[in-house]
């Protein structure tokens, strides 16, 4: 700045305290961009960081970082940009992964509250066993919060003495072990037995609320789980059908538009796809039934065309598809309540109560109606319940 002045620094000091300074950070930071423009320098570091973040936020394999495509568009956006190899990425990948765990280690160590704990073990398709932790807890700004401890290998045998000492172990790493209230499992014979060793084990560290009267939860939406399996039952050769039908419509690409086609002709109105069900939860066998029912008509056209196709499997007889309309508006109440208290992001305990009171109210409506067949699958529900 240059100012004529004989009296000394005045004028530089009136300015100074009117106009404000502009930020220019480190100049070294700084350099000219394609477009003349000053941009900010490549910093490998925090490029190595989205790169990893990309990669678990939205599942990625680690060859994304190698992909052309990919390389081609940074090194468009940054001159300086030295794309990642997998295994770079992968690394920086596990030490996100490492130093998020220290950081949920040091949030839950510092809790003054109890953590509710949920678990279930998993087997895949090709005969893999896992294991989740879930750890449910209210911070101190009274926030809920649900964070996944752990997924990992569960090798056999799973029993209760096996589940006992891995989730013992798992606990002792997060060192929340003396912090535990409940435990909420579906209900497995193995889960019931390793709940009274877990029990006992953490009442030995840290005295459990009221002695661990409360530790274990039973899973409510298990529970309805088995109740309504106990109706399905009933329709089991009708759900099977529907199922063949599905995975014979969706099996190849040719099927796919020859059904497509006849949908159109028929002018059948459904936005909905045709859906395959999950043996282990009963609302997706729901879901699929009550996708299949606008497309009944779509299956008997397609049955006839393809008469000559003896791979084509069976329809539902008329009696089958009666039953299957009957069941889903039963059903429909069910699968509102699953969903309903299996949300995460708010408490369920003061939902739960109200909702199996509808339910019984329900089955005994239902139990008292005129229909033989609602009646008769009410009445094996209500049972169970």
């Known amino acids: 700045i240059i100012a ?9 000091r009136r300015h100074s305290e009117t106009c404000s300074a502009r930020s220019s950070g480190d100049v070294g930071q700084l350099m000219m961009s394609k477009s003349g423009k000053l941009a900010k320098k490549f910093d490998r570091s925090e490029y190595k960081e989205l790169v990893a973040l990309a990669i678990i936020r939205h599942g ?22 030295v794309p990642l190899s997998r295994n770079t990425a992968k690394n920086h990948t596990l030490k996100i992964h490492k130093r998020e765990k220290q950081r949920l280690a040091r949030s839950l160590s510092q809790l003054s509250s109890r953590i509710c704990l949920t678990s279930d073990v998993w087997t895949s398709c090709v005969g893999h066993g896992f294991l989740s932790l879930t750890a449910h807890y209210i911070d101190d700004e009274w926030n809920l919060h649900a964070k996944i401890l752990n997924f990992c290998h569960m090798p056999p045998p799973h029993t209760a003495s096996a589940l006992h000492d891995k989730l013992h172990d798992l606990l002792k790493e ?6 535990v209230f409940t435990m909420t499992l579906d209900n497995a014979r193995a889960n019931d037995n390793m709940q009274d060793l877990l029990c006992d084990t953490l009442n030995v560290h840290a005295r459990l609320p009221c002695g661990g009267e409360f530790f274990h939860i039973r899973c409510g ?11 399905l039952k009933l329709i089991d050769v009708g759900i099977t059908k529907i199922k063949e039908l599905v995975k014979y419509v969706t099996g190849s690409e040719g099927r796919k538009l020859k059904f497509g086609e006849i949908v159109s002709g028929l002018s059948i109105s459904s936005s909905r796809g045709l859906w395959l069900d999950c043996p282990t939860r009963w609302n997706s066998t729901y879901k699929m039934l009550v996708r299949a029912l606008p497309y009944r008509g779509a299956f008997s056209s397609m049955r ?30 069910f699968d509102e309540i699953t969903i309903l208290i299996s949300g995460r992001k708010y408490p369920t305990a003061n939902l739960y109560l109200k909702n199996v009171w509808r339910i019984e109210l329900l089955l005994s409506s239902y139990a008292d109606c005129e229909d033989p067949f609602l009646k008769s699958m009410a009445m094996k529900m209500k049972g169970k319940f």
């Open 60 to 81: 990625y394999t680690y060859t994304f970082a190698q992909h052309e495509g990919n390389r081609t568009i940074h090194r468009y956006l940054n001159d300086d940009c």
């Open 4 to 12: 004529d002045s004989n009296n000394g620094m005045s004028n530089f």
């Open 174 to 179: 997060w060192r929340i072990h003396k912090k």
């Open 304 to 333: 006839w065309m393809e008469r000559t196709t003896s791979s084509f499997p069976d329809l539902p007889t008329n009696e089958e598809w009666y039953r299957i309309e009957k069941i889903c508006n039963l059903l429909q109440p």
């Open 221 to 231: 939406a298990h529970v309805l789980n088995l109740i309504v399996k106990e109706g």
